[in-house]
């Protein structure tokens, strides 16, 4: 693209906000401008999927260039984009005249800021134009795990109402658990042990999401393939929507009919994934084979062969299922789920991708209580992968079984664990712990 062109669109797009402003939305000048914009958008578009207005610093960037007296030949886009918390414009190929209508009423309307005018444009349709809101300071990883299982709620619930979701919510969340998952792992995992059985459904989805993540990172996927496995773990059991609650949450054996209704929920996500704006194809993929084995058994049946990282979902589903209380079975321990697993590895799951996890999980993983050799109880917190027998504990009990008025952080792997050794896993029940409570005031 050329100066004049771009010089061009910052124009009118610096004179149709100043119209919007002006004269009622009806004025002929309002629409002629909207109009024009729309024509130099498409044209510019023809050879690329997107075009890129930043602010940064205060002045004006487009398509990575800085654009000289941006303050004074274009104020109103700065102003906008400064009063809205937004740091970036962007527009995709395909946007309409409506769209662009859409993101002024937005950008000159309500007083809504940040994360809330991404939403305000997807309630009006618009899936061509970005607003990107300015990071207002990292959220801590609570706050990451709670506004992904608010995401996960919003998107099963758009479905409900016969919608299709918006993906801009999914992405955005899935790069913040990336990012938590990347800054510690160990903390993110301990949150999967915060298990919530009214909510179960939107809180597994968001723990399967958190493992998976994390072991696609110890199998060394791409940034990008990452992002697909996030979304596909995070949405697996969207399909679900298209199944009665009556039957999710029968407390009891299910009927054939019952059975084959549940077995459709793949196919259901995978044709919902399909319908929905800038998802990777993979991700449709993933989801529609996220309960097919490794020996093919499982539903749907198949005989093609499997995308190599529907695997990681399986595997990630099926502890998060074990080690969390359902109306048909009583919780794994962390210890027990891995031991029923690996007795399944080579059917139900890919070996080398289980062994993956096992590493990635640890030989005594988080949220496991243990009895170390001083007789001292406490759970585990943080997982030493190069020497799996050696994890952090949290020291809540001492040799007597007392409580502990301030619980001690031991690292069997470090000079003050040298010598310390875990000798038997404990049951939770028997020392009547909060595994919920007590990992969310861990990771708070």
């Given at each position: 693209?050329n100066?004049a062109?771009?010089?061009?669109?910052?124009?009118?797009?610096?004179?149709s906000?100043?119209?919007?402003?002006?004269y009622?939305?009806s004025?002929?000048?309002?629409?002629s401008?909207?109009?024009?914009?729309?024509?130099?958008?498409?044209?510019s578009?023809?050879?690329?999927?997107?075009?890129?207005?930043?602010?940064?610093?205060?002045?004006?960037?487009?398509?990575?260039?800085?654009?000289p007296?941006?303050?004074?030949l274009?104020?109103?886009?700065?102003?906008?984009?400064a009063?809205?918390?937004?740091?970036?414009?962007?527009?995709?190929?395909?946007?309409?005249?409506k769209?662009?209508?859409?993101?002024?009423?937005?950008?000159?309307g309500?007083?809504?800021?940040?994360?809330?005018?991404?939403?305000?444009l997807?309630a009006?349709g618009?899936?061509?134009?970005?607003?990107r809101?300015?990071?207002?300071?990292?959220?801590?990883?609570?706050?990451?795990?709670?506004?992904?299982?608010?995401?996960?709620k919003?998107?099963?619930?758009?479905?409900?109402m016969g919608?299709?979701?918006?993906?801009?919510?999914v992405?955005?969340i899935?790069?913040?658990?990336?990012e938590?998952?990347?800054?510690?792992?160990?903390?993110?995992?301990?949150l999967?042990?915060?298990?919530?059985?009214?909510?179960?459904?939107?809180n597994?989805?968001?723990?399967?999401?958190?493992?998976?993540l994390?072991?696609?990172?110890?199998?060394?996927?791409?940034?990008?393939?990452?992002?697909?496995?996030?979304?596909?773990?995070?949405?697996?059991?969207?399909?679900?929507?298209?199944?009665?609650?009556?039957?999710?949450?029968?407390?009891?054996?299910?009927?054939?009919?019952?059975?084959?209704k549940?077995?459709?929920?793949?196919?259901?996500?995978?044709?919902?994934?399909?319908?929905?704006?800038k998802?990777?194809?993979?991700?449709?993929r993933?989801?529609?084979?996220?309960?097919?084995?490794?020996?093919?058994?499982?539903?749907?049946q198949?005989?093609g062969?499997?995308?190599?990282?529907s695997?990681?979902?399986?595997?990630?589903?099926?502890?998060?299922?074990?080690?969390?209380?359902?109306?048909?079975?009583?919780?794994?321990?962390?210890?027990e789920?891995?031991?029923?697993?690996?007795?399944?590895?080579?059917?139900?799951?890919?070996?080398?991708?289980?062994?993956?996890?096992?590493?990635?999980?640890g030989?005594?993983?988080?949220?496991?209580?243990?009895?170390?050799?001083?007789?001292?109880?406490g759970?585990?917190?943080?997982?030493?992968?190069?020497?799996?027998?050696?994890?952090?504990?949290?020291?809540?009990?001492?040799r007597?079984?007392?409580?502990?008025?301030?619980?001690?952080?031991?690292?069997?792997a470090?000079?003050?664990?040298?010598?310390?050794?875990?000798?038997?896993?404990?049951?939770?029940?028997?020392?009547?712990?909060?595994?919920?409570?007590?990992?969310?005031?861990?990771?708070?």
């Open positions: 693209m100066g062109d771009s010089e061009a669109i910052l124009k009118n797009l610096n004179a906000l100043k119209n919007k402003k002006l009622p939305p004025h002929p000048a309002v629409a401008a909207v109009r024009k914009l729309c024509q130099l958008l498409t044209d578009l023809r050879d690329k999927t997107s075009m890129v207005t930043a602010l940064v610093h205060g002045a004006l960037v487009f398509e990575g260039n800085p654009v007296d941006s303050e004074a274009y104020p109103e886009i700065l102003k906008y984009l009063e809205k918390k937004s740091d970036a414009l962007i527009f995709e190929k395909g946007l309409t005249e769209e662009i209508t859409s993101l002024f009423d937005v950008l000159t309500a007083q809504i800021q940040g994360q809330e005018l991404q939403k305000e997807h009006r618009v899936t061509h134009i970005t607003l809101s300015i990071p207002m300071g990292k959220r801590n990883f609570v706050e990451v795990y709670n506004g992904a299982v608010d995401v996960v919003s998107s099963m619930g758009e479905v409900r919608k299709i979701p918006s993906s801009g919510p992405h955005n899935v790069d913040e658990i990336t938590s998952v990347f800054s510690d792992q160990s903390a993110m995992i301990g999967t042990m915060i298990k919530n059985y009214d909510n179960y459904l939107y597994h989805s968001v723990n399967v999401s958190i493992m998976s994390a072991l696609g990172r110890e199998i060394n996927l791409s940034k990008e393939e990452l992002h697909a496995v996030g979304i596909a773990a995070l949405l697996h059991d969207i399909g679900k929507t298209g199944v009665s609650e009556q039957i999710i949450r029968k407390p009891g054996g299910l009927s054939s009919e019952e059975w084959d549940i077995k459709e929920h793949p196919l259901l996500g995978s044709n919902i994934i399909k319908r929905m704006e998802l990777q194809e993979l991700v449709s993933l989801v529609y084979e996220h309960h097919i084995r490794y020996d093919h058994s499982g539903y749907p198949t005989s062969a499997l995308h190599p990282y695997q990681i979902i399986t595997i990630c589903d099926a502890y998060d299922a074990l080690t969390t209380l359902r109306v048909y079975q009583k919780p794994h321990s962390p210890i789920a891995i031991k029923v697993m690996t007795s399944l590895s080579g059917r139900h799951f890919n070996p080398d991708v289980f062994k993956g996890f096992v590493k990635m999980i030989l005594y993983p988080i949220g496991t209580m243990v009895c170390l050799s001083t007789g001292e109880i759970i585990v917190t943080k997982v030493n992968p190069e020497t799996p027998s050696t994890p952090v504990v949290k020291v809540l009990y001492d007597n079984g007392s409580t502990l008025d301030k619980p001690l952080d031991m690292n069997l470090a000079d003050e664990g040298k010598g310390i050794s875990v000798v038997a896993t404990v049951n939770p029940a028997t020392v009547s712990i909060d595994i919920n409570a007590f990992f969310e005031k861990e990771v708070a």
